[in-house]
C-alpha cells in the first residue's frame, strides 16, 4: 500500500487503512533526506523492547496476557485471542502492542521541498470494550486517579484538572464520549499522554500485588481504577466458565491552547514551516476516533470464575512490610526520629497534599539500596557525606472512615551533611531521595486506606515492644 496522497490529506480515522498505509508505506516523507516514516518513527523504552521481542513491524500488532505476579512480560506473555485463562491465582494483566506509536497519523500534510509531514491527535484516553457471553456491558466507567471508587463525575473532573491543558478540553471530552455514538465499557485516562514513542497500552484486571500491577501510581493514573471495575464486572456477571471480548480503540483530541495554537503530535519527525500548523486548525481540531475495524484491536477469550474471583472485592493496597533486617538495638531511636521528622520536609509537603491535615500515625523502618538500619552514604572524594536509614509514615485520612484514603509516603532521615569538607548540618532532619540534579529530593507516595494503615499498626506492635 502507498501513502495517503497530497490531494487527500485527511482527515482519516487512526489505524484506518489509511493511516496504516502511512505507516507501512516505504515512500519518503523527507525527500531530501530519503527518509520514510518507519525509519522516522522511533518506539523507545518498553515499547521498543515489546515491538522487538513480540516481532512487530510498523502496521502490525498484538494482544497478549500473563496469569502470574511474576513475570518477564516480553518472555512469558501468551496470545490473548482464543485461550483459556486460568484466573484461580488472581492474576490477569493484558497488553496490547503494536509496532507504531498508539498515536496514528489522521493526516498527511505537504510541507514543501518534497517533504511531507504526518500529524497525529495528542491521545489521552483509550475506549474499552467489552462483551461477556455475547453481551456489550456499557458502564461507560471513566477510569482516572488513586481512588478506584471515584464516581464517573468525579474521575472526570480530577482528569480535566490534572492533564496538561485538560481544562480546555477534557470534560466535554470525556462526558460525551466517542463522537460515533458507540458505547464503551470504561474509558481509561493518562495525565501523560500516549506518545509518539509509545507502542503499548496495558490493562491491568486481576492482581493481588497492586503494586506490582500498577507499576507507579504516577503513571498509570488509571490501573487502580480499571481493577475495581473489573472486579465488579466479574461479581455482575457470576460464577462459572464465561467467554469475554475486549476492544481497545484510542481516541484522541486536536485542540487550541491558551495562545491559539493547534496542539497535535507530528507523528514521525518536527514539523516544517507552517503547514500543518494550519492544516490541523482548518481541519483537525476536535476529537479522532481510531477505526472500529482496525485490525488485532479485538480478542476474545475464555475463563472460568470461582466464589473468589466473582466477590466484587477489588484489589486493596496493602502496607508496606517491616524490615526483617533492622538492628534491634536502633528500632526505637529510629521509629522516635521516624515519626517526628515524617511531618517535615519533603515528607510533610507531600503528606499535606495527599492527607490534608493528618499527622504522621505509624512509621514502617524499611530497608534502602544497602539493607535495613542506619547508613552512612558517600558521593566523590568524601565531599559530601552523611548517615540515614530509610522509612514509610503512615497518614490516616481525618475523615477516619475505613474506605477513605490517606498516604503512605517513604522518605529518608539524614544526619551530618558535608559539602566541600565542611559540615552544614549535625542534626537528624527529614530528606528525600537524591535525583540526577543536585539539590532536588523527592519521596515515594502511595494511597492507601485508614482500614489498611490500621492493619498496619496491629500487625507491627510486635516490632515497637
Not at 502470574?68 to 516480553?74: A, F, G, P, Q, R
Not at 474509558?187 to 503494586?211: H, N, Q
Not at 533486617?325 to 515524617?342: K, T, Y
Given at each position: 500500500?502507498?501513502?495517503?496522497?497530497?490531494?487527500?490529506?485527511?482527515?482519516?480515522?487512526?489505524?484506518?487503512?489509511?493511516?496504516?498505509?502511512?505507516?507501512?508505506?516505504?515512500?519518503?516523507?523527507?525527500?531530501?533526506g530519503?527518509?520514510?516514516?518507519?525509519?522516522?518513527?522511533?518506539?523507545?523504552?518498553?515499547?521498543?523492547t515489546?515491538?522487538?521481542?513480540?516481532?512487530?513491524?510498523?502496521?502490525?500488532?498484538?494482544?497478549?496476557?500473563?496469569?502470574?505476579?511474576?513475570?518477564?512480560?516480553?518472555?512469558?506473555?501468551?496470545?490473548?485471542?482464543?485461550?483459556n485463562?486460568?484466573?484461580?491465582?488472581?492474576?490477569?494483566q493484558?497488553w496490547?502492542?503494536?509496532?507504531?506509536?498508539?498515536?496514528?497519523?489522521?493526516?498527511?500534510?505537504?510541507?514543501?521541498?518534497?517533504?511531507?509531514?504526518?500529524?497525529?491527535?495528542?491521545?489521552?484516553?483509550?475506549?474499552?470494550?467489552?462483551?461477556?457471553?455475547?453481551?456489550?456491558?456499557?458502564?461507560?466507567?471513566?477510569?482516572f486517579?488513586?481512588?478506584?471508587?471515584?464516581?464517573?463525575?468525579?474521575?472526570?473532573?480530577?482528569?480535566?484538572?490534572?492533564?496538561l491543558?485538560?481544562?480546555?478540553w477534557?470534560?466535554?471530552?470525556?462526558?460525551?464520549?466517542?463522537?460515533d455514538?458507540?458505547?464503551?465499557?470504561?474509558?481509561?485516562?493518562?495525565?501523560?499522554r500516549?506518545?509518539?514513542?509509545?507502542?503499548?497500552?496495558?490493562?491491568?484486571l486481576?492482581?493481588?500485588?497492586?503494586?506490582?500491577?500498577?507499576?507507579?501510581?504516577?503513571?498509570?493514573?488509571?490501573?487502580?481504577?480499571?481493577?475495581?471495575?473489573?472486579?465488579?464486572?466479574?461479581?455482575?456477571?457470576?460464577?462459572?466458565?464465561?467467554?469475554?471480548?475486549?476492544?481497545?480503540?484510542?481516541?484522541?483530541?486536536?485542540?487550541?491552547?491558551?495562545?491559539?495554537?493547534?496542539?497535535?503530535?507530528?507523528v514521525?519527525?518536527?514539523?516544517?514551516?507552517?503547514?500543518?500548523?494550519?492544516?490541523?486548525?482548518?481541519?483537525?481540531?476536535?476529537?479522532?476516533?481510531?477505526?472500529?475495524?482496525?485490525?488485532?484491536?479485538?480478542?476474545?477469550?475464555?475463563?472460568?470464575?470461582?466464589?473468589?474471583?466473582?466477590?466484587?472485592?477489588?484489589?486493596?493496597?496493602?502496607?508496606?512490610e517491616?524490615?526483617?533486617?533492622?538492628?534491634?538495638?536502633?528500632?526505637?531511636?529510629c521509629?522516635?526520629?521516624a515519626?517526628?521528622?515524617?511531618?517535615q520536609?519533603?515528607?510533610?509537603?507531600k503528606?499535606?497534599?495527599?492527607?490534608?491535615?493528618?499527622?504522621?500515625?505509624?512509621?514502617?523502618?524499611?530497608?534502602?539500596?544497602?539493607?535495613?538500619?542506619?547508613?552512612?552514604?558517600?558521593?566523590?572524594?568524601g565531599?559530601?557525606?552523611?548517615?540515614?536509614?530509610?522509612?514509610?509514615?503512615?497518614?490516616?485520612?481525618?475523615?477516619?472512615?475505613?474506605?477513605?484514603?490517606?498516604?503512605?509516603?517513604?522518605?529518608?532521615?539524614?544526619?551530618?551533611?558535608?559539602?566541600?569538607?565542611?559540615?552544614?548540618?549535625?542534626?537528624?532532619?527529614?530528606?528525600g531521595?537524591?535525583?540526577?540534579?543536585?539539590?532536588?529530593?523527592?519521596?515515594?507516595?502511595?494511597?492507601?486506606?485508614?482500614?489498611?494503615?490500621?492493619?498496619?499498626?496491629?500487625r507491627?506492635?510486635?516490632?515497637?515492644?
Amino acid at each position: 500500500m502507498s501513502a495517503p496522497s497530497a490531494s487527500t490529506p485527511g482527515p482519516y480515522a487512526m489505524s484506518s487503512p489509511e493511516s496504516l498505509a502511512a505507516v507501512k508505506s516505504i515512500a519518503a516523507l523527507d525527500k531530501n533526506g530519503n527518509k520514510p516514516y518507519s525509519r522516522l518513527m522511533e518506539l523507545r523504552g518498553g515499547s521498543h523492547t515489546l515491538a522487538e521481542k513480540f516481532r512487530l513491524a510498523p502496521g502490525q500488532n498484538a494482544f497478549k496476557y500473563v496469569d502470574e505476579d511474576e513475570c518477564e512480560v516480553s518472555r512469558d506473555a501468551k496470545p490473548l485471542h482464543g485461550a483459556n485463562i486460568d484466573v484461580s491465582g488472581g492474576e490477569l494483566q493484558l497488553w496490547y502492542c503494536q509496532g507504531a506509536p498508539i498515536a496514528m497519523p489522521v493526516a498527511r500534510v505537504d510541507v514543501g521541498n518534497g517533504n511531507a509531514q504526518l500529524v497525529a491527535p495528542c491521545v489521552h484516553a483509550v475506549d474499552v470494550y467489552v462483551e461477556v457471553d455475547g453481551a456489550p456491558k456499557e458502564d461507560g466507567h471513566v477510569c482516572f486517579g488513586a481512588d478506584a471508587n471515584a464516581s464517573r463525575a468525579a474521575s472526570v473532573a480530577a482528569a480535566t484538572k490534572k492533564t496538561l491543558y485538560g481544562e480546555f478540553w477534557m470534560d466535554a471530552f470525556l462526558k460525551d464520549g466517542p463522537k460515533d455514538g458507540s458505547k464503551p465499557w470504561a474509558t481509561i485516562v493518562r495525565s501523560e499522554r500516549w506518545s509518539d514513542s509509545d507502542g503499548y497500552v496495558y490493562l491491568p484486571l486481576m492482581a493481588k500485588d497492586v503494586d506490582n500491577a500498577l507499576m507507579g501510581d504516577d503513571d498509570l493514573t488509571y490501573a487502580h481504577a480499571l481493577m475495581a471495575k473489573w472486579a465488579k464486572l466479574l461479581k455482575d456477571v457470576g460464577a462459572g466458565e464465561h467467554e469475554f471480548t475486549i476492544s481497545i480503540r484510542p481516541r484522541g483530541v486536536v485542540f487550541e491552547d491558551d495562545d491559539g495554537d493547534a496542539r497535535f503530535d507530528a507523528v514521525g519527525g518536527s514539523s516544517s514551516g507552517d503547514e500543518p500548523e494550519a492544516f490541523a486548525k482548518q481541519n483537525l481540531i476536535g476529537q479522532h476516533l481510531s477505526d472500529p475495524a482496525a485490525p488485532g484491536m479485538r480478542a476474545t477469550w475464555t475463563m472460568s470464575l470461582g466464589a473468589d474471583q466473582a466477590s466484587g472485592a477489588g484489589p486493596v493496597r496493602k502496607a508496606q512490610e517491616w524490615s526483617k533486617n533492622w538492628p534491634a538495638g536502633e528500632v526505637e531511636e529510629c521509629v522516635e526520629m521516624a515519626m517526628r521528622f515524617a511531618n517535615q520536609g519533603v515528607c510533610g509537603a507531600k503528606a499535606a497534599e495527599m492527607a490534608r491535615g493528618a499527622k504522621c500515625c505509624h512509621v514502617i523502618l524499611s530497608d534502602g539500596e544497602r539493607g535495613g538500619g542506619i547508613k552512612q552514604a558517600q558521593y566523590g572524594d568524601g565531599e559530601r557525606e552523611y548517615d540515614y536509614f530509610c522509612a514509610w509514615a503512615l497518614f490516616k485520612n481525618k475523615d477516619g472512615k475505613p474506605d477513605s484514603l490517606g498516604a503512605q509516603i517513604k522518605f529518608v532521615v539524614k544526619r551530618s551533611t558535608i559539602e566541600n569538607f565542611k559540615e552544614v548540618d549535625g542534626d537528624w532532619r527529614s530528606g528525600g531521595f537524591e535525583g540526577a540534579q543536585k539539590g532536588v529530593e523527592s519521596v515515594t507516595a502511595l494511597t492507601i486506606t485508614n482500614a489498611e494503615i490500621d492493619a498496619a499498626i496491629k500487625r507491627d506492635a510486635k516490632y515497637l515492644k
